[in-house]
């Protein structure tokens, strides 16, 4: 069964503080992994990763695969109160039929304290 | 560009009775998923639409069903709610066939009573 866990399941901060979020999964046929921020209603998408090492860089958001130890990390630095959401981390791999298949993980919720 | 659009926003049902809810893509999108967010489970998949025929189904009894219109919109239906039903439901659509990344609409929020 895939697994996509995130940590920490939530992450108080101030204003300012650069924090990092992890996402570590277990799955066959692996083909991308995606973060989506999500505040109060729709996910919002950041990143998709699908090779290791190459950082992706939006902002003050960064985004870095590691295929061989099975995890991803999601680094704000700066961090602004509009920062404050959950931040969802999902994996898509290949099924035996072909399809392609999207397992979410629980998310990581951040609030930032002005 | 319109984003993706979920209707109703807000539902109230009773145990027993059934609900369709309903998700206009983005235009051009072909692809309509379907997704149940809890707060103990997180997002789970439902199933995804294509061209009409669904592709792709998660772990979700056959109470759950859904279809999708010749104009891409989606539909999804519950029947015999029960009050583990109550949760958000989102629609996301993408281009292509299981393409990424996919666009969320706000979801409709379902409570069972």
């Known amino acids: 069964e895939d697994k996509v866990v995130q940590s920490p399941l939530s992450l108080v901060v101030h204003e300012g503080d650069t924090v990092t979020l992890n996402c570590s999964y277990e799955?066959?046929?692996?083909?991308?992994l995606l973060w989506y921020k999500q505040e109060k209603k729709a996910p919002t998408f950041l990143f998709m990763l699908t090779s290791s090492g190459i950082e992706k860089k939006s902002g003050r958001l960064s985004s870095i695969l590691d295929k061989k130890e099975l995890f991803s990390i999601l680094n704000i630095t700066a961090t602004q109160t509009g920062d404050s959401a959950v931040y969802l981390c999902a994996v898509v791999r290949i099924s035996n039929f072909g399809n392609e298949k999207l397992t979410f993980g629980t998310g990581t919720r951040l609030t930032i304290i002005p | 560009k319109a984003g993706v659009t979920q209707t109703p926003r807000y539902l109230i049902k009773t145990r027993g009775q059934q609900v369709t809810l309903s998700c206009s893509p983005i235009s051009g999108h072909r692809s309509v998923s379907w997704y149940q967010q809890t707060p103990g489970q997180g997002l789970q998949f439902l199933f995804e639409?294509?061209?009409?025929?669904?592709?792709n189904k998660g772990n979700f009894p056959g109470r759950f069903s859904g279809r999708q219109f010749s104009n891409s919109r989606s539909e999804m239906n519950v029947s015999t709610l029960e009050l583990g039903d109550s949760a958000l439901y989102l629609c996301?659509?993408?281009?292509?066939?299981?393409?990424?990344?996919?666009?969320f609409g706000d979801g409709t929020r379902l409570s069972i009573l």
């Open positions: 799955v066959t046929n692996f083909r991308s």
């Open positions: 996301a659509s993408s281009r292509d066939r299981g393409g990424q990344p996919q666009h």
């Open positions: 639409y294509f061209s009409e025929t669904q592709r």
